[in-house]
C-alpha cells in the first residue's frame, strides 16, 4: 500500500531554518507531484508548496514564497521542505502529500502522511 512517511517537525526560534522530509513507498514517486500543506486547528488545510514529477517545475503559497523551498529526490523517493527565516505564523501541523495532477488545493491531493508538527517560539 501506499505510504507517505514524515520526518523533521520540532520546536524552534524565529528566525530559524528547517527542513522537513517526506519519504513514499508504494508509488512510482516520480509520476507524481508532491505536495506540503500546513494547517491549524479548526482551519483548513493551507497550500504551501508543490513540485513536478520531474523536479523541473515548483510551486509556492504566497505566504511562504521567498522562504521555502521545496525539493525532491527521485532515486530515494523524498520531498523535502526547507523553510528558512521562520516566522510565528509559520506554526502548524505541516503535511506531505501526493498527486497524479498539479493541484492547489488539499482536494487534489490523493495520498497523505501523519503529519508533523512545526513550532516556532519566540
Known amino acids: 500500500q501506499v505510504q507517505l512517511v514524515q520526518s523533521g517537525g520540532r520546536l524552534v526560534q524565529i528566525g530559524d531554518s528547517l527542513r522537513l522530509s517526506c519519504t513514499t513507498s508504494?508509488?512510482?514517486?516520480?509520476?507524481?507531484?508532491m505536495g506540503w500543506f500546513r494547517q491549524l486547528p479548526q482551519k483548513e488545510r493551507e497550500f504551501v508548496a508543490s513540485?513536478?514529477?520531474?523536479?523541473?517545475?515548483?510551486f509556492y503559497g504566497g505566504s511562504v514564497k521567498g522562504r521555502f523551498a521545496i525539493s525532491r529526490d527521485n532515486a530515494k523517493n523524498t520531498v523535502y521542505l526547507q523553510m528558512n527565516s521562520l516566522k510565528s505564523g509559520d506554526t502548524a501541523v505541516y503535511y506531505c502529500?501526493?498527486?497524479?495532477?498539479?493541484?492547489?488545493?488539499?482536494?487534489?491531493?490523493?495520498?497523505w502522511g501523519q503529519g508533523t508538527q512545526v513550532t516556532v517560539a519566540s
Open positions: 502529500a501526493a498527486a497524479r495532477h498539479s493541484s492547489y488545493s488539499y482536494t487534489g491531493f490523493d495520498y
Open positions: 508504494g508509488l512510482v514517486f516520480s509520476d507524481y507531484y
Open positions: 513540485i513536478s514529477g520531474s523536479g523541473g517545475n515548483s
